[in-house]
């Protein structure tokens, strides 16, 4: 069976991030678990090192979560990777289970676990997408290296996305409804929050500008429910 390589981007996520790694470590189906502690000002790594087997990844300053994923990925040793946020709150074995099953038996080239989220932005975005830009998800190393070598700062997943759909490769969106993100300003405060929202999409519309934005989360959607029943009905 193919063997699963864990990214883990975080930064100053030290009070959250052992709420991922207690269900993502000793997992049967993850060989290993890297966490990119991007320049971290808290106890983010040591905190990770409290779990056995934690590969730590560190960079001198913030570069940003792509960049992350990225040293992730380059850092890794199999051939199948999946990255998770480090401030999920509830996620379980079940749910990491769910998100590789479909990768490991060849139904889709990519999976998604979609997460409750706190934020009117991310609601907003999770009605119209189903999730599909959420940075939960698992596929081939390669396709990931080459996508987050392209872009920065938050566009990893809108690179990741436009690939499947220009290049006609299979996708399925996962409701993980018992996880959740946490609230960027209750992380971060308010003011800091909105600054990190408007990064954000800048860094999304640099990929994706904005009307075409809206026509790709409303086909991933309509593809994710088509790839999703053909799959049941294997």
């Not at 990741?160 to 220009?166: F, V």
């Not at 996880?179 to 800048?202: C, D, F, M, N, W």
């Not at 934005?213 to 959607?221: A, E, P, T, V, Y």
Request: contains cysteine; glycine residues 8%.
């Amino acid at each position: 069976m193919a063997k699963i390589s864990c990214v883990i981007s975080a930064f100053n996520e030290g009070p959250r991030i052992g709420n991922v790694l207690r269900s993502v470590t000793n997992h049967p189906l993850v060989d290993e678990v890297i966490v990119v502690d991007d320049g971290s000002s808290d106890n983010t790594s040591e905190e990770a090192l409290k779990f056995k087997g934690i590969k730590i990844v560190r960079h001198k300053k913030n570069g940003g979560k792509t960049l992350s994923m990225y040293d992730g990925c380059l850092n890794s040793k199999n051939d199948l990777v999946m990255f998770l946020d480090a401030d999920l709150v509830g996620l379980t074995t079940d749910n990491i289970t769910r998100l590789i099953k479909p990768i490991l038996n060849g139904s889709v080239d990519m999976s998604i676990g979609m997460v409750k989220h706190d934020s009117r932005f991310y609601i907003i975005g999770t009605i119209m997408a189903h999730g599909s830009y959420s940075g939960q998800r698992v596929m081939k190393k390669e396709i990931a290296i080459l996508n987050l070598n392209k872009v920065h700062g938050f566009s990893g997943e809108a690179m990741m996305n436009k690939y499947i759909l220009d290049n006609n490769l299979k996708f399925i969106v996962i409701n993980w409804l018992n996880v959740r993100a946490k609230k960027r300003s209750k992380e971060i405060g308010k003011i800091a929050s909105i600054g990190s929202y408007i990064k954000t999409l800048r860094d999304l519309f640099i990929v994706v500008p904005p009307l075409k934005m809206i026509k790709q989360l409303i086909l991933m959607r309509k593809l994710s429910a088509k790839y999703e029943k053909n799959i049941k009905n294997v």
